[in-house]
Every structure is written in structure tokens, then in C-alpha cells.
Nanobody
Framework: QVQLVESGGGLVQAGGSLRLSCEVS??????????MAWYRQAPGKQRDLVAR?????????RDSVVGRFTISRDNAEKTVLLWLQMSSLEPEDTGTYYC??????????????WGQGTQVTVSS
């Protein structure tokens, strides 16, 4: 069973910082993780891509977070960790943040998995 567990959300004033974490684990076997990403969804809006990190280390950021957010990952033997360091936060960054990962839990095929979401609220 593949699990993605996020943490690190909260309430912060504009200009502040938060660090989100996402832990990927698979019970009962080996697995591989390729592309990982952070999405956010504001109330009443669609879920948008915020940042993505590929297995080769290349990165993508949406324009509005360039220079403020940093995505990173660590591949350990039994778990994979994904982070999103968010600085100079703005009220427009408010939303539920979801991590996603392309995971192959051997011997099953590749599939995109999602975390449960963590709330980020930025007050003005």
C-alpha cells in the first residue's frame, strides 16, 4: 500500500515562511519514485501545479512562486521525502497543498498517488 503523508501547513502572516513535507512509503515491498510535485487548491478553484521535481533533478515552478519557493527531495531506501520551502508568503498562496508522486510499487505498474493535503493560510 502506497502512502503519501504531508505535514507542515499552518497559519502565517504575509511575508512569513513555511516548510511543507511529504513522506512517501510503501508497505510490504520495494518501490521506485519518479516525478514528484506540489499542487495547491484555493477554495472554489481548481488544483494548480506549484512546483515539480523530476528524477534527474530538474525543476519546474509556476511563475508566481519563482524566487520564493524551493522544491527538494531525498531518496532513502525505505522512504522518499519531498519538501517545499515557502518564503515571502502572500495571501494569494493560501490553499490546500497536495503532494503527488509517480510511484511503482513492485510488481505493480506506475501510478500517480496523492497525499491528503495540508492547509496553508496566509493572512494579510
Amino acid at each position: 500500500q502506497v502512502q503519501l503523508v504531508e505535514s507542515g501547513g499552518g497559519l502565517v502572516q504575509a511575508g512569513g515562511s513555511l516548510r511543507l513535507s511529504c513522506e512517501v512509503s510503501v508497505s510490504g515491498g520495494n518501490f521506485d519514485v519518479d516525478t514528484m510535485a506540489w499542487y495547491r487548491q484555493a477554495p472554489g478553484k481548481q488544483r494548480d501545479l506549484v512546483a515539480r521535481i523530476y528524477s534527474d533533478g530538474s525543476l519546474y515552478y509556476r511563475d508566481s512562486v519563482v524566487g520564493r519557493f524551493t522544491i527538494s527531495r531525498d531518496n532513502a531506501e525505505k522512504t522518499v521525502l519531498l519538501w517545499l520551502q515557502m518564503s515571502s508568503l502572500e495571501p494569494e498562496d493560501t490553499g490546500t497543498y497536495y503532494c503527488s508522486a509517480d510511484v511503482q510499487p513492485f510488481p505493480d505498474p506506475w501510478q500517480i498517488y496523492w497525499g491528503q493535503g495540508t492547509q496553508v493560510t496566509v493572512s494579510s
